[in-house]
């Protein structure tokens, strides 16, 4: 029965986010009360999604890292400028909405992106071994690379973002890595898919909570909420393609350049939405919440594109 809900949830994951956003705006102020609860909530999907991780991936980077080198600078340093340029261009003088912009750009690789992986027969150990180090290293880069764009626009609480991606994100990756070591697997294989719907009913929730917070921004439709939206779109968008052209460049194997390009291109947008609504002021959470629209949407477009470049 749960295997049957969770692929229900599956087929219609690109519409779970938008219509999570909706019913958060329109309820806000029952959802506003529930904030407190997004870190845990957050802690968990990311424990669910974890338990297929596993410490032999390390070991496969450390002695073939140049794939995921490429991904790490696509995710944290091309996107990231390529982010900041597009903002400056199409908001000039709207500080706060170019920082929103950026902070989706800077945040982890997804974690759902190596199910978009497998589907499309990419490299899926190359995609686990990108997730795993871009997890770890998170609470370092992000807040690092968030100063550099906001900080002298915006007073950021280091430590406390830190912390936060450390219980969001590290904690729950490492505590399900080490159970899949110690169950040889066997957690994984039973509890996955078990946890696999709550995970993503957890996700609506989350998206939710999020949206309520800054519902007083997105509660009117205006040019510049459509104009964020297709700004986001479009950079969103781009960062599959450019992905997908530096590893087509570097001549990776077919199997890489689809990890590469699906890997590079989703983004645990959720954890950006948090961070957002957590740690900056409204307007910056905007563009975050609004690029949740479009993650399920164009993993799905790209994996149709991909298909038949490939056969």
């Known amino acids: ?80 400028l390529w982010a900041f340029l597009i903002g400056t261009i199409a908001f000039p003088g709207e500080t706060m909405t170019v920082i929103g912009i950026v902070l989706a ?66 904690i729950p990756s490492l505590v399900a890595m080490i159970l899949h070591e110690i169950s040889h697997g066997k957690i994984h294989e039973k509890w996955s898919p078990r946890l696999a719907p709550f995970s993503k009913l957890t996700l609506a929730v989350v998206i939710m909570i999020n949206s309520s917070v800054v519902a007083d921004y997105l509660i009117n439709v205006d040019f510049h909420l459509i104009k964020i939206a297709i700004i986001m779109f479009f950079v969103a968008a781009s960062g599959y393609f450019l992905a997908w052209l530096m590893a087509k460049w570097l001549k990776r194997t077919q199997a890489d350049v689809i990890s590469l390009t699906l890997s590079s291109g989703m983004r645990n947008i959720s954890a950006g939405a948090v961070i957002a609504v957590q740690y900056f002021p409204g307007p910056v959470a905007v563009p975050v919440v609004v690029g949740m629209l479009f993650q399920q949407v164009l993993a799905s477009l790209y994996s149709k594109l991909l298909s038949k470049t490939t056969g």
Do not use: C
């Open 1 to 80: 029965m749960l295997n049957r809900f969770n692929q229900i949830l599956q087929k219609i994951m690109p519409f779970i986010a938008p219509t999570s956003v909706v019913i958060g705006v329109i309820f806000a102020d029952f959802f506003n009360t529930f904030e407190g609860l997004v870190v845990w909530l957050f802690a968990f999907m990311t424990f669910a999604g974890s338990l297929s991780l596993n410490f032999i991936a390390l070991y496969r980077v450390i002695t073939h890292p140049l794939s995921v080198i490429i991904a790490l600078v696509i995710l944290h340093i091309v996107m990231p």
């Open 105 to 170: 750009m800077v945040i982890p690789t997804g974690i759902t992106s190596f199910i978009w992986v497998s589907i499309n027969k990419g490299n899926v150990a190359l995609t686990l071994s990108t997730i795993l180090i871009d997890t770890i290293i998170s609470p370092f880069v992000v807040p690092f690379l968030l100063t550099i764009f906001a900080g002298a626009t915006v007073e950021l609480d280091v430590w406390a973002m830190m912390s936060g991606l450390v219980m969001m994100i590290v």
